[in-house]
């Protein structure tokens, strides 16, 4: 019985590392792309990509940290049962988080116009949305990919039974 336990446990473990590899791969995989469209698109010089990315890789952690607090604030909220004083406190904390993403961009804008010019800034800005949107049209191909499939399996499922009937 220990035997089984320690092999289940171990199983268990291995599964864990093996998902939480995954993931960083996915993530290691999308940040490379994004490097990727960014430079492609801001056309940056290797002495500009030297300065620049440091800078912007500390920027877009700067923000994903403002988002995670939000998100966290927001955690096991239920907005549709909300008082007028929370969701206005709601309302503010959401005001309160744009503003600061807005501050975090001016101040990063200004330091990037140090190393690439408004073009490239301009460029930048653009290039980040496109990100988003192929990310965004991928996530959807994929679920609808996803449904086809069960889609499939459930017709052949139904043939099956109905060939044994």
């Given at each position: 019985?220990?035997?089984?336990?320690?092999?289940?446990?171990?199983?268990?473990?291995?599964?864990?590392?093996?998902?939480?590899?995954?993931?960083?791969?996915?993530?290691?995989?999308?940040?490379?792309?994004?490097?990727?469209?960014?430079?492609?698109?801001?056309?940056?010089?290797?002495?500009?990509?030297?300065?620049?990315?440091?800078?912007?890789?500390?920027y877009a952690e700067q923000r994903r940290?403002?988002?995670?607090?939000?998100?966290?604030?927001?955690?096991?909220?239920?907005l549709n049962n909300l008082n007028e004083?929370?969701?206005?406190?709601?309302?503010?904390?959401?005001?309160?988080?744009?503003?600061?993403?807005?501050?975090?961009?001016?101040?990063?804008?200004?330091?990037?116009?140090?190393?690439?010019?408004?073009?490239?800034?301009?460029?930048?800005?653009?290039?980040?949305?496109?990100?988003?949107?192929?990310?965004?049209?991928?996530?959807?191909?994929?679920?609808?990919?996803?449904?086809?499939?069960?889609?499939?399996?459930?017709?052949?499922?139904?043939?099956?039974?109905?060939?044994?009937?």
């Amino acid at each position: 019985m220990k035997k089984i336990l320690v092999i289940l446990f171990m199983l268990a473990a291995t599964s864990g590392v093996a998902q939480n590899n995954k993931q960083e791969n996915a993530k290691a995989k999308l940040d490379a792309a994004r490097i990727g469209l960014i430079t492609d698109r801001l056309n940056l010089s290797p002495e500009q990509a030297q300065t620049f990315w440091p800078l912007y890789n500390e920027y877009a952690e700067q923000r994903r940290v403002i988002q995670r607090e939000y998100r966290q604030s927001r955690q096991g909220v239920d907005l549709n049962n909300l008082n007028e004083d929370q969701q206005k406190a709601f309302l503010k904390a959401r005001m309160e988080e744009k503003q600061r993403q807005l501050n975090l961009e001016n101040k990063y804008s200004e330091k990037m116009l140090g190393v690439i010019n408004a073009r490239q800034m301009m460029a930048l800005r653009k290039a980040e949305d496109d990100f988003r949107k192929m990310i965004l049209n991928r996530i959807e191909q994929r679920q609808r990919q996803q449904l086809q499939q069960q889609m499939l399996m459930q017709q052949r499922e139904r043939k099956l039974k109905q060939g044994n009937n």
